[in-house]
């Protein structure tokens, strides 16, 4: 009986019928968290499905006047995009939009009584996702409502680049989320700050958006192991005043091979997700030589992945959107 699963009532008739039993884990979890290459490439339609109604509820996003909307706008607006793609069966949760302070809140759920207006300076915080019978989606994206502080600014640089980090990293086989969760903190830690929650959750393929038992998280002891998808969302909240999280998801995979180097096996990370993150919240100046060529790399694929998918308005604010830095 696996104790993290398994039902009291199971334990609680097994024993009333006297038989026995022993704790351990569920022999199914490894193999379910492992995606085989059907269940890959399926999820990989699945995101571009869903990037391609990200870009059309962003340029309609973008469009609107500042001042003009609520949360309870956004959450609308958004889940309309994706039913507009006739696949949606479900959303993967309730989804996320919080402005101001409430973007602070990491499980902020927005109310009629919490409904909050996005005004001119704030940021607002979107975490959503969908469920479609290839694929299971969750992305974050945190957008300016007008124009932001310089210092929203600099920690929405700082979030991008712990994101950035774990996007390019290589490792060696069997480390775990806990070994790697600190390259997704280090930008935040030599400023002194730090986020309260695990770089990474595992997701399912029209399953579970939290999927276990991988995680990117300093109490996570799972080797990772190619097929694993996880999602790479750093953050930092600032109680009381914004809240800044970047999420794309990302599968393990086999490093792709390197001249000169040594002959130990290491995974990488392929990413699923293409949506352009916000160049008007990046400070260019706070990003390396090989952080500009990244996210310059990568939105060039958002514009080859999912601009034949988008409508003429949202082809134009893709354009736009994925400028070079």
């Given amino acids: ?3 993290g699963s398994a039902p009291i009532l199971v334990v609680q008739e097994l024993e009333e019928a006297g038989i026995a039993w022993v704790a351990g884990q569920d022999p199914c979890l ?28 962003l340029t309609w996003f973008d469009a609107q006047p500042v001042g003009s909307l609520t949360e309870i706008d956004v959450v609308t607006a958004l889940e ?6 006739n696949a949606l069966l479900d959303i993967s949760f309730d989804t996320i939009a919080g402005t101001g302070e409430h973007g602070a809140i990491m499980h902020y759920r927005v109310t009629e009584t919490t409904n909050k207006r996005l005004e001119d300076g704030h940021l607002i915080v979107v975490d959503s996702g969908g469920q479609y019978i290839d694929g299971t989606t969750d992305i974050t994206r945190t957008l300016p409502v007008g124009q932001p502080s310089d210092e929203a600014l600099t920690q929405f640089t700082r979030v991008l680049q712990g994101m950035i980090g774990i996007s390019r990293l290589r490792f060696p086989k069997g480390l775990a989320g806990r070994d790697i969760d600190a390259i997704a903190r280090f930008p935040l830690w030599v400023a002194g700050q730090d986020f309260d929650h695990g770089t990474g959750h595992g997701v399912g393929v029209y399953l579970c958006v939290h999927e276990g038992p991988q995680r990117i998280s300093r109490v996570s002891e799972i080797p990772l192991q190619p097929g694993m ?11 009381g005043a914004f809240g800044i999280r970047l999420e794309n998801l990302i599968v393990v995979e086999d490093a792709p091979k390197l001249e000169g180097a040594d ?4 995974y990488a990370f392929e990413t699923l997700t293409w949506v352009p993150i916000d160049l008007r919240l990046i400070r260019p100046e706070m990003l390396s030589p090989d952080e500009k060529l990244w996210i310059n790399q990568y939105h060039r694929l958002c514009r080859d992945r999912i601009g034949p998918r988008l409508s003429d308005a949202a082809r134009v604010w893709l354009e736009q959107s994925t400028r070079a830095l």
């Fill in 263 to 266: 002959n130990r096996a290491q």
């Fill in 80 to 85: 309309g995009y994706r039913r507009a793609t």
């Fill in 229 to 239: 998808i996880l999602s790479n969302e750093p953050g930092y909240y600032r109680e």
């Fill in 30 to 57: 490894l193999p379910k968290a492992a995606k085989n290459p059907a269940e890959i490439a399926a999820t990989r339609e699945a995101h571009l499905r869903d990037g391609a109604a990200m870009c059309e509820f």
């Fill in 1 to 3: 009986m696996d104790r």
